[in-house]
């Protein structure tokens, strides 16, 4: 699916949970981006296992590069606080989180917030998935996943 949307990074908000996430997200062949989220209680092996795999990790926010200098920054969302100081700070134009299970598009501004959903217990809506931003275009598209 990632290839077939000719996605260039994959940019996972927390909740990751088990080294072997980890490494299926990095056996995905493209680059990827994680941040801890409240449910990740071995931060330390999560940060060995994707330094293994040759992704990028940080516990808290991590930085995405989307072309002319500019960066998308990613969070867990589960510091309301943070998430606040990020979107009023207007430094990043697209300021993606998880957390809340519950798919959100948002502006503030030129800061655009957004939550792709979930793909373990979602709630709004009640299927799981992502999404995929193009940049380029500003455009934004949830997918449906199957499955449990």
Do not use: W
């Not at 926010?61 to 606080?81: F, K, S």
């Amino acid at each position: 699916m990632l290839m077939e949307r000719r996605v260039e990074a994959v940019v996972h908000c927390g909740d990751i949970c088990k080294g072997k996430s980890v490494e299926t997200l990095g056996a995905a062949d493209v680059e990827t981006y994680l941040v801890a989220g409240n449910m990740d209680r071995n931060v330390e092996a999560l940060a060995r296992a994707a330094e293994r795999c040759g992704v990028r990790f940080c516990p808290i926010c991590v930085e995405v590069p989307i072309g002319d200098g500019e960066h998308l920054i990613a969070t867990h969302g589960d510091n309301q606080r943070l998430l606040d100081e990020l979107a009023a700070g207007g430094q990043f134009r697209y300021i993606c989180h998880g957390h809340t299970h519950r798919r959100r598009d948002e502006r503030f501004g030129a800061v655009r917030v957004i939550c792709p959903g979930s793909l373990y217990r979602p709630k709004a809506p009640p299927c799981r998935g992502g999404a995929v931003l193009e940049t380029d275009s500003d455009t934004l598209q949830f997918i449906d996943l199957e499955g449990p």
